[in-house]
């Protein structure tokens, strides 16, 4: 599934199509995708396809198209402190860039069918907190990912504000997901060949959108042999934030404000306009016509569309001279690490700040 959209040289390119292809339509939505390097997700030796609008897959670890992504993450209508269940959550690129929206106060809760892709997506996770400027330019809420069949799903557990499914659901598993959602939320799955937008508007009431024609991967189902019951899924708990925890928030917080309004200019996010493309144009051969003056006969060029396309061209051309080089973007500094690293402070209360990242 995919191809709706051109490939990209890299992720900002790829953002660039999504946006003009309106699959990716707001602000916060944008922010997230061009935060997450969608590359990261990709083993090494595949890179060189991430920027496709395509999806992939490798043994267990999957990922949906980005034109997927894109809607999946607009119908989803994210806000700060929400709850979310990503119903198999894979290499955790959805649940990070959901992560960057919903804030520190959010839940962020991922269930996946292979302990193999879980252990993948802890490490990109991992390697994102450590390494990414992105962790520090956001209120992060981090992932939390456990193995086992979404299908198996503990009858006590609680219910979410936000719930994706990335994988096929049959008609008789609807109802199933539908009461892991509260009132007033949101759920996005694919549903008949259907990407399906269902919002609970009360204990017994659902709303649905189809959002897009999708192929997916159904839904494995546990097979249960004779006396043998499944093993029900425990998902992880709400936990509450300890005091030093939520004080590494308001201190970070506080100090990105002033490092945003100290720099303003580093903080402008919006992409250098591409290259107008010149307008195709058809080439025809030149035609002379003639005519008679007195008793001789004199050919008479005609403009063709030949002429009127290299008089385009040239002028073009001429613009494009008067247009000054685009410099190349500097690389951009970290000016939150920069402002902790320089505080009268412990060096071991700096690293705790800086959630004991290298860089």
Not at 38 to 47: A, E, H, I, K, T
Not at 87 to 106: A, D, H, K, N, Q
Not at 340 to 351: C, G, M, N, Q, Y
């Amino acid at each position: 599934m995919g191809g709706a959209v051109s490939a990209g040289e890299d992720n900002d390119d790829l953002i660039d199509n999504l946006k003009e292809a309106q699959y990716i339509r707001t602000d916060r939505v944008e922010q997230a995708f061009r935060a997450i390097d969608r590359g990261d997700y990709y083993l090494d030796s595949y890179r060189d396809n991430a920027y496709k609008d395509l999806a992939w897959k490798h043994g267990n670890i999957h990922l949906s198209a980005p034109c997927i992504y894109s809607e999946v993450m607009e119908a989803l209508k994210l806000q700060q402190g929400l709850s979310f269940l990503n119903l198999g959550s894979g290499t955790g690129y959805l649940s990070t860039m959901v992560g960057l929206i919903i804030g520190p106060f959010g839940v962020n809760h991922g269930v996946e069918l292979h302990k193999d892709v879980v252990e993948y997506a802890k490490e990109r996770l991992d390697e994102f907190i450590k390494n990414s400027d992105s962790f520090d330019r956001f209120e992060f809420c981090e992932p939390h990912f456990v193995v086992g069949n979404c299908l198996e799903i503990s009858s006590d557990s609680h219910q979410y504000d936000r719930i994706y499914c990335g994988a096929g659901v049959q008609k008789d598993h609807e109802n199933y997901m539908k009461i892991l959602l509260k009132v007033g939320g949101i759920l996005v799955m694919p549903i008949e060949d259907q990407l399906t937008q269902i919002t609970r508007t009360g204990q017994s009431s659902w709303e649905s959108k189809n959002i897009l024609a999708v192929s997916f991967a159904p839904l494995v189902q546990q097979s249960r042999t004779e006396g043998c019951k499944p093993e029900a899924v425990v998902l992880p708990p709400l936990s509450v934030r300890t005091l030093q925890d939520l004080a590494r928030i308001y201190i970070r917080r506080t100090l990105r404000i002033l490092t945003n309004e100290e720099h303003p200019a580093r903080n402008n996010t919006q992409r250098v306009p591409q290259k107008r493309k010149r307008r195709p144009c058809r080439r025809r051969r030149r035609i002379n016509t003639y005519v008679f003056v007195g008793n001789q006969l004199i050919p008479q060029p005609m403009d063709s569309e030949d002429d009127e396309c290299i008089e385009e061209e040239s002028k073009e051309e001429e613009q494009e001279k008067d247009i000054e080089p685009v410099k190349p973007e500097e690389p951009r500094v970290n000016h939150l690490r920069d402002k902790i690293l320089s505080l009268p402070l412990p060096e071991s209360l700096k690293a705790y700040l800086l959630f004991y990242r290298e860089k």
